[in-house]
Structures are given as C-alpha cells and as structure tokens.
C-alpha cells in the first residue's frame, strides 16, 4: 500500500495530461478507422503478431523465419493498403474533425422497425418497376463507398427511399448505403463483380450489388426496373424472385439475430 502511494505521489499534473491526451488521440484514431475495411486488417495483424510471438516462444524456427519475412514485407505494403484510410484521416484532421462522437448501438425494436421500413419500400418498388439498389452495412466498414456519394444521414423510412429511387430523381442511379438505422448516403458508386460466369440478362445493379458483396460482408437488395423483381447479394452469391415472406425471413436472420445480440464497438 505504501509503495502505491508512493507511485501516485510520483505522478505531476503533466504526467496526467500526457496520459489523458494520449488516450483521446488512440481513441480518435480508433473512430477515423471505425467503419472502414482497416478494422478487419487490423483484427488480421493481430491474429498475425500473435502467432509470431507462440512461434518465437515455442523455437519454431522455420516458421518463425517464413513469419519474418513477411513482416518485412507488410512494412512496405502497409501504406499501400492503408492508403484510403489515411487519407481520410489527414482529410478530416484538416477540416478539424478529428473528435468524433461514438454512435449507440441499435435495440431490437430498432431492428425490427427498420426490417419493415425496408420490406414496405421493396414491395412498393416492385410493384411499380422502379430500380433500386440498398445496400445495408454490416460488420466490414464500406466509408470509402459512403464517400462516393451524397452524405445524407436521415432516419431510413419506406417513403423515404422510394423518392430517392424515383426515376429521374437526383440520386436515383446510385446505391444507398445503411448503417444501423440511418441511411449515411445515397448516389453512391460500387465496384463491379467481376464474375464472367454471370448471368448476361442481369443488368448494371445485379453486377454492383455482387460487387459490393465480394468485398465486404453486405447484405445488398436489388430490386429490377425491368421484370420487378427482389434479389439479393451476400458474399458475392445472388439470390432472385424473392417474396414479401422469403425477404423477411431473410432480414432478420441477417440484422435481427445477428446484430441485435452482437456489438461491435469499431462499427459506426
């Protein structure tokens, strides 16, 4: 007890300044990666380091030199593949953004409401042969994709996102990205699949949605201008003629079971 009083007694209000100045900076630059793909390679330079250090210790020399060799190789491709990420940072330290806010994670009931929001605009959409493409944010941050479009930031509600899919409307040739409950933007530019086995009766959307699936573990619904009809993309696999019942079904096994009970405090 005495020596711990001791080390408190050590400490001077510059000790605890630099502490607490350097916590908000980790913490900051933890939000700026926060919904981005970095999450995912950060969690995999981890699992990566880990094994490094049980090969070290365990005197698994082959191993531990095959593992050298790629930190060696990360050092120069780490800048390469952070690239987006970092510009974003410099981007938001330069417009004096770098304190961001933590966004709450979402209740059931929130889940629930926002499964019907979205089965009420498909359903409307189809019926009337309007083309849409929504893409919903799950755990694999998609920013740099928010970032192609118009930041919109509003509550997601059916009305809401059958205007914006309205034919000759402003944003009405781009997808909509949802995170959590809230549609970050719309107009939004995705990378195509880059399947050749496709299907040649399946337009612009069906190819971006696909896209947007390979690379990230987004749910896409696409609804078809053409024939009307439901389709959806997860992990770069397409499923049709979806129904009202099927498409339900399929939200909540995909947002309400798995969301609902799982935080993830990198995702915004």
């Not at 005197?59 to 120069?76: A, F, H, K, N, S």
């Not at 089965?119 to 941050?141: D, N, Y």
């Amino acid at each position: 007890m005495t020596e711990l009083l001791a080390l408190f007694r050590a400490f001077n209000w510059q000790d605890i300044l630099d502490i607490v100045v350097v916590s908000v900076i980790i913490y900051q630059l933890l939000m700026l990666i926060k919904g981005t793909r970095a999450v995912q390679l950060i969690k995999g330079l981890f699992v990566l380091l880990l094994i490094s250090v049980l090969s070290g210790t365990l005197g698994l020399t082959t191993l531990t030199w095959m593992l050298d060799q790629v930190w060696t190789m990360l050092v120069v491709a780490l800048p390469i593949v952070f690239q987006p990420e970092l510009r974003r940072a410099l981007e938001q330290i330069g417009r004096g953004k770098f304190i961001t806010m933590h966004s709450k994670a979402l209740t059931t009931e929130d889940y629930k409401k926002l499964i019907e929001e979205l089965i009420r605009c498909t359903q409307v959409l189809s019926q009337s042969r309007i083309g849409a493409l929504i893409v919903i944010e799950k755990e694999t941050g998609i920013q740099e994709y928010v970032e192609t479009g118009v930041k919109i930031d509003g509550v997601v509600s059916s009305e809401f996102l059958v205007n914006i899919f309205i034919p000759k409307s402003p944003l009405h040739d781009g997808a909509v990205i949802i995170r959590e409950d809230r549609v970050a933007a719309a107009g939004c530019f995705l990378p195509l699949t880059q399947d050749i086995e496709l299907e040649t009766d399946l337009g612009t959307r069906h190819r971006a949605a696909l896209g947007i699936s390979e690379v990230s573990d987004a749910l896409v619904i696409i609804v078809s201008e053409e024939t009307g009809v439901i389709s959806t993309a997860k992990n770069g696999k397409l499923t049709r003629y979806l129904e009202e019942k099927s498409l339900r079904d399929l939200l909540k096994n995909e947002l309400l079971v798995e969301k609902a009970t799982v935080y993830n405090p990198f995702r915004r």
